[in-house]
């Protein structure tokens, strides 16, 4: 099935909020998932329960997994999380080693972890990645199959999915001709004007590659992530019911699920 690298270079806009909302939403759904931690922050971890300081020593993480080119190895670093269907490949923060290693073939490695693994048990795989253009928002682009952006509805949205446009343009051409650019997501949305005029010259830029389902910016977030909780668990609150209501709209919409065509 399709590996899809959830990006933006961009800090703070909803990347690992948009992958644990798939993953709540896989849940829910009844679907598998393999989530890939590629930020040395590990928030994709943390978020779904995982605790990687309580990983035994010979738990493989990402770190692990890209410290040479290996083929195959990548289910060897999955763990099962508390959320059901819900596997990850936890990160911790010695990953950032692999941003600064110089060897020629780190931008290889994620793509070799995954040659030839029977990815079968898993309905999508997702990578979680980086806020930076360093080896390891590119190693993701290598290994992805697609490419989902994600952007807040702000002054700086097109300026920032340029940018990690032109990187995806240079894997494509240099590296992984495959890649397709699959979606673009529009998080946090706040319910005022200004936002409103961002996210309609997003669309007025970016057309049908953008999402109709928009993730809103709702408190109820936070409580759930704080509890590294599926938000479709946390049925008390209207901001919690609309987030759910809109990971769901948003899995069913974009096509993380679809099988690889092609000779991949
Ligand atoms: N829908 C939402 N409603 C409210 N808060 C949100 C929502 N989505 C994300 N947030 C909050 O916004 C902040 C940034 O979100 P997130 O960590 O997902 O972004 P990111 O792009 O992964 O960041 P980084 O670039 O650091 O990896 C976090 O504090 C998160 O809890
Ligand atoms: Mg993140």
């Known amino acids: 099935m399709k590996k899809t690298a959830i990006a933006n270079q961009k800090g703070g806009v909803g990347k690992t909020a948009t992958v644990l909302g798939l993953c709540s939403a896989a849940t829910a759904l009844g679907h598998r998932i393999l989530a890939v ?21 010979d738990t493989a993480t990402a770190n692990e997994l890209l410290l040479e080119l290996q083929e195959g190895t990548a289910l060897d670093a999955a763990v099962a999380t508390p959320w059901p269907g ?12 692999r941003d600064l290693d110089g060897a020629n073939d780190v931008i290889f490695r994620l793509r070799a972890a995954f040659e030839g693994c029977d ?22 682009l290598v290994a992805a199959d697609q490419v989902i952006y994600v952007t807040e509805a702000s002054i700086d949205s097109l300026g920032g999915i340029k940018n990690v446009q032109d990187t995806t343009s240079f894997v494509k051409k240099r590296v992984n001709p495959a890649i397709e650019i699959a979606g673009i997501v529009i998080t946090k949305r706040e319910n005022n004007g200004e936002e409103e005029f961002r996210e309609a010259e997003i669309r007025d830029a970016y057309g049908e590659l953008v999402a109709k389902t928009v993730i809103p910016k709702r408190a109820a977030w936070k409580d759930a992530n704080g509890l590294a909780t599926p938000i479709h668990s946390m049925r008390g609150s209207a901001g919690a019911r609309a987030l759910s209501t809109a990971f769901t709209d948003l899995f069913l919409e974009l096509p993380i699920t679809e099988p690889v065509t092609a000779g991949r």
């Open 37 to 57: 931690d590629l930020d040395p922050q590990g928030n994709l971890t943390r978020g779904l329960g995982v605790d990687a300081s309580q990983l035994g020593d």
């Open 86 to 97: 819900i596997d990850v490949i936890p990160a911790t923060l010695d990953l950032a080693n």
């Open 119 to 140: 990815l079968s048990a898993y309905d999508a795989v997702l990578f979680d990645c980086p806020p930076s253009v360093g080896r390891l928002l590119v190693g993701a």
